[in-house]
């Protein structure tokens, strides 16, 4: 084949189902057969759909390695999570019991003087190593509000006066505590030793009147404030 009739040819062959072109079609006639031409593209148009098809069907193999990976390791956290479920499940069936540590806060409603009085104690010896059941069982009259093997928070209400109200006064220039009853009948308490030597004139002048205080815990931190 002269060089001139390959490079016709190889013309014919990429665009063999366009082209009009006598000198075409003449090596055509020699070399080829547009039928046939025809018929292989047609073939490999085919195949090409069918494998496009197939690959979109079955989809991108990595991306289903991927998506395995992924929904392996959604796997693993739902067995995790079952398993932290489980796990505090149990903790809640098996009681925790009290230990000597154990700290024990009394809350007391007093109905007469409309008081809430909280004391921390260390808990009893015949406390220990009790369920919050067994607790129940001891102290029939409170209610358990808050149960651990740290702390025990436990509450009731009485219909009695707190007898915690205390009242400080000056005498002599030193503070002096005294608890006052429901009657209002006020007996010493406690001399404090606090001069007013280092107090403020408005500290002096409330101390003349005299300072109300309710519960131990509000009388002791007052007192620290004026040392
Ligand atoms: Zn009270």
């Not at 000198?23 to 292989?40: E, T």
């Not at 990976?69 to 693993?76: A, V």
């Amino acid at each position: 084949m002269r060089e001139k009739e390959i490079q016709i040819y190889y013309f014919c062959i990429n665009f063999s189902f366009l082209v009009n072109n006598t000198k075409c079609k003449s090596i055509q006639k020699g070399w080829f057969d547009l039928k046939k031409i025809g018929i292989v593209i047609g073939v490999i148009l085919i195949i090409a759909l069918g494998m496009y098809i197939g690959f979109k069907i079955s989809g991108d193999p990595q991306t289903n390695l991927a998506e395995d990976k992924e929904s392996s390791i959604d796997n693993t956290k739902n067995i995790i999570q079952e398993n932290i479920q489980i796990s505090s499940v149990e903790t809640s069936v098996n009681d925790e019991k009290t230990t000597p540590n154990t700290i024990i806060t009394y809350k007391t409603y007093y109905t007469k003087c409309k008081h809430y009085i909280q004391e921390y104690k260390d808990i009893d010896a015949s406390l220990v190593n009790c369920t919050e059941s067994e607790l129940k069982e001891k102290c029939r009259n409170w209610n358990i509000e808050k149960f651990s093997s740290q702390e025990v928070e436990m509450s009731r209400d009485e219909e009695k006066f707190c007898n915690q109200h205390y009242k400080l006064k000056l005498e002599n220039n030193v503070i002096v505590v005294y608890n006052v009853d429901e009657n209002g009948i006020e007996t010493e308490y406690e001399q404090t030793g606090i001069t007013t030597e280092y107090l403020t004139e408005e500290d002096i002048l409330r101390l003349t009147t005299g300072i109300i205080i309710y519960g131990k815990e509000n009388l002791t931190s007052t007192i620290e404030d004026y040392e």
